[in-house]
């Protein structure tokens, strides 16, 4: 299963998630921004690449919806709702993210 993570500037929270959920047998991770100002800029060829894509913020899903539209023909793109106020693998960032995906992605 490809899995996408998108927040804001890709500098804390979708690549908290990549390093976490990178050493899952059986997922491949890939993490991405929708500012401008990202590290890793969102394209369309990752939304094409990924099975599901998982946003931080509502704000994310609305960029991504206006931006990428044509490459989201049956895409499953899920909010996570985790606000922009936690640092790069912090704990409490990492229980959350544990808490919201792994029922989403099956047995792990």
Same mark, same amino acid.
């Given at each position: 299963?490809?899995? #996408? $993570?998108?927040?804001?500037?890709?500098? #804390?929270?979708?690549?908290?998630?990549?390093?976490?959920?990178?050493? =899952?047998?059986?997922? /491949?991770? /890939?993490?991405?921004?929708? /500012?401008? @100002?990202?590290?890793?800029?969102?394209?369309? @060829?990752?939304?094409i690449w990924a099975d599901v894509i998982f946003v931080m913020e509502k704000s994310?899903?609305?960029? &991504?919806?206006?931006? $990428?539209?044509? =490459?989201? &023909?049956?895409?499953?793109?899920?909010? #996570? /709702? &985790?606000?922009?106020? =936690? @640092? =790069?693998? @912090?704990?409490a960032l990492i229980e959350l993210l544990k808490k919201k995906v792994l029922p989403? &992605?099956?047995? $792990?």
């Amino acid at each position: 299963m490809k899995l #996408l $993570f998108v927040c804001g500037k890709n500098r #804390l929270r979708s690549p908290t998630a990549e390093a976490i959920f990178a050493d =899952y047998e059986g997922l /491949d991770i /890939d993490s991405a921004g929708v /500012d401008r @100002e990202a590290d890793i800029p969102l394209s369309g @060829e990752a939304i094409i690449w990924a099975d599901v894509i998982f946003v931080m913020e509502k704000s994310h899903r609305r960029k &991504i919806s206006k931006n $990428f539209q044509r =490459y989201l &023909i049956n895409k499953r793109v899920v909010c #996570l /709702d &985790i606000p922009d106020r =936690y @640092e =790069y693998m @912090e704990p409490a960032l990492i229980e959350l993210l544990k808490k919201k995906v792994l029922p989403l &992605i099956g047995t $792990f």
